[in-house]
């Protein structure tokens, strides 16, 4: 199965992604590359930065992706 494709069930399953957790669950190193590659399909990910607290503590800003049911 291809990055893609388990970045399309993850997110056709009701599921959120950010870059961190597209690395943990599912492999993908190059989130934003996969988002094109579905949306270069015809696919609709929708996407906006969320906040988040890093390991040192300090609040930086990430994408969250995610597809419309």
């Given at each position: 199965m291809s990055q893609a494709q388990r970045l399309e069930d993850h997110l056709q399953s009701g599921k959120t992604i950010t870059r961190v957790t597209a690395y943990q669950e599912l492999g993908i190193f190059e989130l934003s590359a996969?988002?094109?590659?579905?949306?270069?399909?015809?696919?609709?990910?929708?996407?906006?930065?969320?906040?988040?607290?890093?390991?040192?503590?300090?609040?930086?800003?990430?994408?969250?992706?995610?597809?419309?049911?």
């Amino acid at each position: 199965m291809s990055q893609a494709q388990r970045l399309e069930d993850h997110l056709q399953s009701g599921k959120t992604i950010t870059r961190v957790t597209a690395y943990q669950e599912l492999g993908i190193f190059e989130l934003s590359a996969r988002v094109k590659d579905l949306e270069s399909r015809g696919l609709t990910v929708d996407r906006k930065p969320i906040k988040v607290v890093n390991r040192f503590n300090e609040s930086i800003r990430v994408m969250a992706y995610w597809m419309e049911k």
